[in-house]
């Protein structure tokens, strides 16, 4: 065991007591401890702030039975608590046996300590006492950020098949403590996605869940638990689950203050038949720990994101600024169209031309077409090449929308395998914006996307697709699956393996390929999505209103670059009082900028306004993407009027800040805005950028966190400023 020379504390890493089951994973400001009882069963013991030794862990028993109703087990803080015995409260897994038994008796049988994806592991393994059922729990450590990932896989031992009826990833607890605590997650619907929303932790359940089959946009797979946080002071617990599917996060409170956080692939329908020998692997559930607020959560899973989730070599590249065609043409897409787009585009200092929805066959509205994914004819009769070709001879790489999961009834692939969709026998296939929901899970579904995508992208030389899904599963049937006696309570997962598996091929045999998520917007945001695209459309809705408050909510999850924002023509319905275009792009430079409005009918001094914005975004972006983001003010706390976001370069050498007002109906000046994470004495200059009168001042760290800095917004309403900091000296 490994101990720093100068303070005697343990180091950061995966640490086993001697001679006693107990381990302590110790990161650089928290410590996660579980031990084994005399029983064999596992139980977590402390996570908090960082412990210096095993000398400050209790010891490891069970609690004592208080009554008949408050019983030894349900009391317990066991680590992957099963359903069976006498156990009330979270549970993590349930399965029926071969006999007909539904109760799991998990016992530890053993440990060992090893390294996956980069990150050091404890694998801990659990049997059950008498059935031939292993449950191994992952416990990677992120000791930079403060991070446990969890994940949970089962092993039948046996040769006859074990049904498993819920399959979580973790549980995690909390214990009871004096000052109250608060629950963060975020909520929404489409157009209104990441809407945050804050209660009291109190005695119940709290669940939050996606019954649809994708991530989805009512509830995001992510919470945070404070007391008494701010943006930047107290303790926070957070977490989210890494799943494209449906989820299930429940958080369950006793009278007396202990918390149990429960999550993973929703069991709503689910069920998944273990054959003989044969596993199954939960997704992860990551977790973490911070005593600097919810800015100190999000600069955690950021950085996670950044350097372990995200495909690589484009997570180490700047996301270019691109165009997307759709708010211009909508369905009109031809070559000659497209083609004077890409050229106002490229005029712009855009890198990145995107031709989106209608392309291919009979797609003149969204009622035809799905499916069929090969170039029109008609509004292509010289095939796509000489677009690509054209975007290429502007600078600029190539992308363009699709959306495999879905068919239209009206569709060359409908027609010739109306079996390839969800449905049962004898019920009607119900459609959404006129399309059905293809059963990816197929292994002929999945060579055919392959086939028709990968041939789409490798002969025009396509650098980037924008993966839609726009509508939830419904009738999740697979009647060849279920006469062949499987399991047709199996497709939940088995759609988002297919969809894992078709990314994971299409990148592994194009490895340049970007991929953007996006589901009806932002219904497909979470860490498994990530683990295999490069951003996320947080929203179909582009007003800079809502989405102040969308990019808040999302910035929980997603880090500056991967959050795709346009500025678009949106809205249409202000006549008298337009926002301003710099107002628009503002909103837009917080994350992965984009342009979406319809350039042909932009105005020459709109042109030029926007090209100088996306040269300022470009000087800015190394910063924008990946510094660490904090929201100075909170449009949500501010009913939407004010808003300001920091990103700050990891050395506080350099900073970028953007402020918001949406209305002055007093004509009052703005407060000053402190700023956060600069080097108190040095001296640092700054600039608004983009302004003609951009004079530089120079402050110090510590007037720039405590005084705070005057905003150049004047008095008007909707007013924005983007403040560039660069380090003096020290």
């Known amino acids: 065991m490994q101990t720093d020379k100068i303070t005697g504390e343990i180091a950061t890493g995966i640490h086993q007591q001697a001679g006693n089951k107990s381990w302590l994973l110790v990161t650089e400001h928290s410590s996660y401890a579980l031990g084994v009882t005399e029983e064999g069963l596992l139980l977590q013991l402390y996570w908090g702030a960082r412990l210096p030794s095993f000398n400050d862990l209790p010891s490891v028993q069970l609690p004592a039975e208080r009554s008949s109703q408050d019983v030894t087990l349900t009391l317990a803080r066991e680590e992957y608590p099963a359903l069976g015995g006498l156990r009330y409260g979270e549970f993590a897994a349930q399965a029926v046996f071969a006999d007909g038994t539904r109760d799991i008796d998990l016992r530890f049988e053993g440990a060992e300590i090893g390294e996956r994806q980069g990150l050091p592991e404890l694998r ?190 484009q997570a180490s590249q700047p996301r270019p600024v691109l165009y997307n065609s759709w708010e211009a043409t909508f369905f009109d897409v031809t070559e000659e169209g497209q083609s004077k787009l890409a050229e106002r585009a490229a005029e712009l200092g855009v890198e990145l031309f995107v031709v989106d929805d209608g392309w291919f066959p009979a797609r003149n509205h969204d009622h035809a077409g799905l499916g069929d994914w090969r170039i029109d004819p008609q509004k292509f009769p010289n095939g796509l090449q000489p677009l690509v070709n054209r975007v290429n001879e502007l600078g600029m790489q190539f992308g363009i929308w699709v959306e ?143 989405r102040l408050f969308i990019q808040e909510g999302i910035s929980h999850i997603l880090p500056g670059r991967v959050m795709g924002d346009w500025v678009t023509d949106t809205p249409s319905d202000r006549v008298w009082n337009e926002i301003p275009l710099s107002y628009r792009f503002h909103v837009a430079m917080m994350g992965m900028l984009g342009i979406g409005g319809h350039l042909m009918h932009w105005s020459k001094e709109d042109l030029a306004e926007a090209k100088r914005w996306i040269a300022v975004y470009k000087q800015i972006r190394p910063i924008v993407q990946d510094g660490e983001q904090s929201w100075l003010i909170s449009p949500t706390a501010t009913e939407g009027n004010w808003a300001a976001v920091e990103s700050l370069t990891t ?30 004495t040095a001296r640092y200059s700054v600039q608004s950028l983009g302004q003609t009168d951009n004079e530089t001042q120079e402050y110090s760290g510590a007037a720039l966190m405590n005084q705070g800095i005057a905003l150049p917004l004047g008095r008007s309403s909707y007013a924005s400023c983007i403040l560039h900091l660069r380090l003096i000296n020290r």
Not at 433 to 455: A, F, H, M, S, W
Request: negative net charge; aromatic residues 10%.
């Open 124 to 313: 801990l393994r659990l049997r059950d006492a008498v059935y031939p059922l292993d449950v191994i729990l992952s416990y990677r450590v992120d000791s930079k950020n403060d991070l446990i990932i969890r994940s949970a896989s089962f092993h039948n031992k046996g040769d006859e098949a074990i049904l498993l009826e819920r399959a979580f990833s973790a549980v995690w607890h909390l214990p009871a403590q004096f000052t109250p605590r608060h629950l963060t997650t975020l909520a929404g619907h489409w157009g209104g996605e990441t809407r945050i929303q804050r209660q009291p932790v109190v005695a119940g359940t709290v669940q939050i869940e996606s019954r649809k089959g994708v991530t989805g946009s009512n509830a995001y797979p992510w919470f945070a638990i404070d007391t008494q946080a701010t943006e930047q002071l107290s303790e926070v617990y957070f977490g989210t689950i890494a799943w494209s599917g449906s989820w299930n996060l429940r958080v369950s409170t006793r009278i007396t203050g202990e918390t149990a956080i429960a999550g993973g692939i929703h069991d709503h329908d689910f069920a998944w038949t273990l054959a003989g020998q044969q596993s199954f692997e939960t997704p992860d559930f990551v977790a973490g720990f911070a005593q600097d607020g919810i800015n100190g959560s999000r600069h955690r899973l950021h950085r996670y994101i950044r350097e372990h989730v995200l495909p690589q070599p």
């Open 651 to 680: 050395d506080a050498s350099e900073a970028v800040v953007f402020a918001f007002r949406r209305t002055n109906p007093f004509w009052e000046v703005a407060p000053r805005l402190r700023l956060q994470g600069l080097q108190p």
């Open 404 to 546: 495999p999961e879905m068919v239209n009834p009206d569709s060359d692939l409908y027609r010739a395998h109306p079996d390839w969709i969800y449905h049962f026998p004898n019920r009607p296939r119900s459609e959404a914006r006129n399309q059905l929901v293809l059963n990816v899970g197929r292994q002929d579904v999945q060579e055919y996307l392959i086939t028709v995508l990968d041939k789409l992208i490798g002969d025009h030389n396509v650098s980037f697709i924008k993966w839609d899904m726009n509508r939830p599963i419904s009738e999740p049937g697979w009647p060849e699956y279920v006469a062949a006696g499987n399991n047709g309570r199996e497709v939940w997962v088995r759609h988002v393996e297919g969809v894992y598996t078709i990314m994971d091929t299409l990148r592994a045999r194009h490895p340049n390929l970007s991929i953007e998520s996006c589901s009806s917007g932002g219904s497909r945001a979470d860490l498994g999505i990530l683990e295999r695209t490069d951003q996320v459309w947080s929203s179909d809705n582009t007003h800079p209103d809502a």
